[in-house]
Every structure is written in structure tokens, then in C-alpha cells.
């Protein structure tokens, strides 16, 4: 292995060239982050401790054989890192180092900072020669390549006298590419305007100068200057202007599409919303083009996506359109959900809100600020079933309302539907209702789905069946027994009773309070007695009251009371 050492002022510059990316990669580091900023940032603030070490920034460089390289991993680097660090005395200090593969031969670099954390300066007199000591034992232990004395002695000397790695150049190297990576950090920022880099770089001590032709620019960082081509050709005054160009394209885009999100239906009101958010837009003296100014970048209508002045007027009657289908579908739904059927109110409403409304053969159309909409445009409901259907089925919704007050059964449902002239058909578990030559599908009903009508007929069932049972029953185990026998369950549950067929369940209502119930039963209990009083002579009633009390002999030893 072969050491060299420098020591320098600039953390920043040391470091942001060891961990280039295109150098290698963090091996090792005693400190918190990841970038060679925040690095310099904490190395600094412990060098202020001690303010006589003007130059607090140590740089180690270790090259290995080529022979070494087959056999060097991360963990065997970093064990060199630390004891090479731990020999040489800087172990406790901050350091970060990283690992080159962008020469012939594989090489550490380890940047420290000179002062401890208790501001003390660490010791280098004999530096050199401490660290051939230590790179020899290091070569030992881990059965590496020996590098001879005389080896060693000529690269030194090489090293001294053509300057080849001495701190100035290794500083200009690193200045330069950390002017490089400034300037490449400042343009993820998206900047679409010299402007806008420029501020960008300044926080970062970077100023640049463009050529008064507009053919060239150069970048200042202290006292190093480097025109922008030789840094990348990406970074010339012609390859800077084409990514802030393409970024202010992808900025202005991106304003624009949020300004048509807001619905705005006139070129005046889209201008508007523009300068809300700092743009100048303009027309052109000829009104059949615009363009959009912000931050000194000036872009034409016609440069931008689909925004040439024709786009941008066939945009604004598109949104123009958007909004009238908007307003109708509101007017529309909310009537419908308000259970409106009869055309003539639909009518009244639609002109309530200046819309005109015609019923044709190919379906409803509705006219708003000379713009004609067909019903399909409105979309859910009413382009899957059409205005008329809607009407019609809300007649058989509202009709069902009041039926369900009272039936208990679809046959009973039936019935009733037939004397409105309503025709009920039930295929396969499925409500068809027939108003003249229109069939309604149960499921297209906004309030009384198929599922909800069994439901209420089933809810029908039982409340007539407790109330039946409450006139006739003597307690509650019998008034269980009777619920069981027509198919309900009835579970008990503190004072509380439910309900369950295999349709539907009631939990609630004053039905369900245990104390209503016995209440209830004890008031037909002593209507019975006194009914039976009355009729003790005869023997019909006194065969019936035998008849009962034998039955419930038999049934004493039944479960069905604990079906709670």
C-alpha cells in the first residue's frame, strides 16, 4: 500500500471530491447524513472550537496493489480505515472516507478534521513516516502486497517535485467539480430561469457572468473561474437555455392545466386565474394569439400543449359545456331525489333555473344558454334509464311508500298495486312493476329496491303477529311459543327483545321493551279473567278455557322458551 497526505482549509472542497459519484462510494464515516455538505457543515463547526488552526482539514490517500484488489471487500477496507485512522491518531476525530475505483488502481481517500471535539489540535510532526509504519504492519497482518521503501521514496519524490497530487491541484480538481455539482443540485430544483439558477447558486457561493452576445457564460466560485462548456457541455450558455427552457414549458403547462381544472368558461376569466398565480398573460395586436410572461421567461400560447388561441377557445366551450351539463344534472338529480314523478313540476323546476326541457321520442332534451344537451350527456342514472323511466319509476316508489304502511305480504302488495293499475310481476326473486306499456325493474327504484320490500313486508309480518299475540297470550312464555310457531325467533337480551326471521330482524321500537311487553300481557291476562267470569255458565268458553289449560300441560316441558 502507498499513503499520501495533504492538509487543507476548504471541508466542502476535500470532500465533495471524495464522494463524487462517479468516483466511488461512502465506506466509512463516524458522522450523521449522507452528502458532502452536511459533512463539511459538522467538521466546521468543531473546527471553530479551536480558531489557531488555520488549516484544520487532513486528507489521507491509500492506494493498494492491483494484486489486492481481487481479495479487498467493504468490511476489509473498512478494518484498514480504522486502524490506519486509530495509528495515525484520529480515530475520536470526525472523518468520512470513501473508496475510488476511477484510476488504474483501487484507492481510499479519508478526509478528518485536524481539531477533536474537546478542540484539541491532533499531532501530525512525522506524519509521513508514521504512516509508512502503519501501512506496513496493515500490510502484514492482512497478507497484503509489500510495497518496497524505494518504491514509496520514488512516488514521494515524484509526488514533491511534479506536484502531481500536491494540495493546490487536488484543490482546483475539487473546486471544479464541486462547482459542477452545485450547479447540478440547483437544476433538479427546476429553475426555468437564469434568474432563478442564478439566486440558486449564490446561496452556494457561485456567481456566473453571460457573454454580452449571448454565446457564452462562466461560472466564479473565490477566486477559480471555469466557462460552463468545460464543466459539461450540458452546462454552456446553449445547454443551460435548453433545460430552463424545457422546465419553464413544464411550469407554465402545469399552471395552465390548473387553471382550466377551476371550470373557468371565458378567455377573460382564464387570464384571470393566470395572474392569481403571477403570470402576465397577453394577447397578441392581431387577437388570434396569446402568450404567458413570468420571472423575465416569456412562451407563446402556441408552444404550449395543446394552448394555441383556437385550442384555448374550443377549450373554453368545452368547459362551458361542462358547467350547463353541471347545472342540469343538479337541478335533475335533486328533483328526482326529492321523489318528483309528474312531468309538469319537472317542467316548472327546469324553468325555475332557466332550463328548457322536451320530452322526444330519443329521450329528453335539455336546452341552457343556447346549448343543447341530450339526457345520455348528464351520465348515471339518468343516461342508464332516461328521463321518462325515472319519472315513472318515482310514481311506483312513492306509491310503494304508502302501501307498505300496511302489507304484510307480496301477495297482499300485489293486490293493492293492481287497484292503482299497476301490474307486479315476481320472476325469480325479481319485482317487475308494469305501468302501461312501461315495465319498471325493482332494482332501477331509488328508495324500494327488491331487498328493502321483503324486508318491510317481513317487519309487517312480525309487528302483526306480537300484536296479535299480545290480545291473545297469557305470558311470556306463551307469547314466545307463538312467535316460534309463525317462524320468529325472539331473543332476550336484558329488558330488551329481537326479533329474527330468516328475512329480516327488529331491534328497535317500543315492540321490543321487555317491559311494554309484560305490561301488555298482564292487561290481556285480566281482560281474559274477566272475560271468562262473565262466561262461567258457559260451557264453551269453560270447554275452550280446559282446552287451553291441557295444552299448556303438554307443552310445560317444551324448549320453546328458550329460544331468548
Known sequence: MVGRITTGNNFEVIISYDLREEKGEILLTNMIGDSAESFAKQMELVAQLNTRVEKPVKHFIVSFSKDDEKIMTNELMCSIVEEYLEGMGYINNQFVSAAHTDTDTLHLHIACNRVSFQGLVTKDSNERLKSREILNKLEKKYDLTVTSKAYESKFNEYDRNKNFYNEKQQNEKAIKQYVREQIRFALKKSPYSFDQLEGLLKTQGIEFTIASNRKGISFRYNDFIYKGSELSKNYSYNGLSSILRKNALEYFNKAIQNCLRT?????????????????????????????????????????????????????????????????????????????????????????????????????????YGQQKIHEVKLGGRISQYGMTYLLEANKVDNLLDELLQNCKTKDELTYQLKQEKIELAIDDEKFVYQLGGMFISGDSLYFNKDKAIEEKLEKNRIRAIVNQSLMEDHNIKEFLHSMNIEGV????????????????????????????????????????????????GNPTTKNREDEDEEERKRNKNNDYGQTL
Open 263 to 367: 371550470q373557468v368558461t371565458t378567455i377573460d376569466d382564464f387570464f384571470n386565474e393566470l395572474k392569481k398565480k403571477g403570470f402576465d398573460p397577453r394577447m397578441n395586436s392581431a387577437k388570434n394569439g396569446w402568450s404567458l410572461k413570468k420571472g423575465g421567461v416569456e412562451i407563446k400560447g402556441s408552444e404550449l400543449k395543446g394552448m394555441s388561441y383556437s385550442a384555448l377557445i374550443k377549450q373554453m366551450e368545452k368547459n362551458t359545456l361542462k358547467s350547463h351539463i353541471k347545472l342540469i344534472k343538479k337541478v335533475v338529480f335533486d328533483f328526482l331525489k326529492n321523489r318528483g314523478d309528474d312531468k309538469n313540476d319537472f317542467s316548472i323546476a327546469l324553468k325555475n333555473n332557466i332550463i328548457m326541457g322536451e320530452e322526444r321520442s330519443e329521450g329528453w332534451i335539455f336546452e
Open 489 to 536: 325467533n325472539v331473543a332476550i337480551e336484558g329488558k330488551k327483545l329481537i326479533y329474527k326471521s330468516n328475512i329480516t330482524e327488529i331491534s328497535s321500537g317500543i315492540i321490543c321493551d321487555l317491559n311494554y311487553i309484560n305490561s301488555k300481557l298482564a292487561d290481556s291476562n285480566i281482560a281474559n279473567t274477566k272475560k271468562g267470569i262473565g262466561n262461567l
